[in-house]
């Protein structure tokens, strides 16, 4: 056996010391919070969701009982979400489900939720086809983790693919963004 006084106690060496205290910073993202917790924060967005829809809905023509305006179906669908938000949100203080951390707020899910809010932003500008190309190219390379050539490739495919379906079989124009004047 060992002397003890020959032992080196690495646990206090100047190194391990600031380790230890570059490893006691956490990321800011992800977050662990509790699954009572999660739910909440997912009943909530939910609800707000349904309340921008509402929102918006009635600001559009409701139309009457035997032909619906442009705003009935976005106001059901709001008023839905609100009301399922709701149970949702009882059900997750009611339920005697032991509160499990979660984690929040992973990368993937950032870059894909980033991604889609800017398909609106960009649909009339750049137009449907070079948009949800983008959006495939991005979520391919960023999250799918494919080479940057390949990802434009199967955009690309899938892009024609989408052009024929909507243009060619079911006749249905999408807006082509700045290439509109010599189409």
Request: aromatic share 8%; glycine share 10%; charged share 10%.
């Amino acid at each position: 056996m060992a002397d003890p006084a020959s032992v080196t106690d690495h646990a206090s060496s100047p190194q391990d010391a600031e380790a230890a205290d570059t490893g006691s910073r956490r990321p800011f993202l992800p977050r662990v919070i509790g699954s009572r917790c999660a739910s909440l924060l997912a009943a909530g967005a939910l609800a707000l969701t349904g309340l921008i829809f509402a929102w918006q809905a009635s600001l559009l023509d409701l139309g009457h009982i035997g032909l619906p305006g442009p705003g009935f179906f976005p106001l059901v669908l709001g008023g839905l979400l609100v009301l399922l938000s709701a149970l949702i949100a009882i059900e997750s203080r009611l339920a005697s489900f032991k509160d499990e951390p979660l984690e929040f707020g992973h990368p993937q899910v950032l870059i894909t939720f980033a991604a889609l809010l800017a398909v609106p932003l960009l649909f009339e500008l750049l137009g449907a086809y070079i948009t949800l190309g983008l959006l495939s190219a991005v979520l391919l390379v960023l999250i799918a983790r494919v080479s940057v050539l390949l990802g434009v490739v199967c955009s690309a495919v899938g892009m024609a693919a989408c052009w024929y379906l909507f243009g060619e079989l079911l006749g249905v124009r999408l807006p082509i963004g700045p290439f509109e004047g010599p189409f």
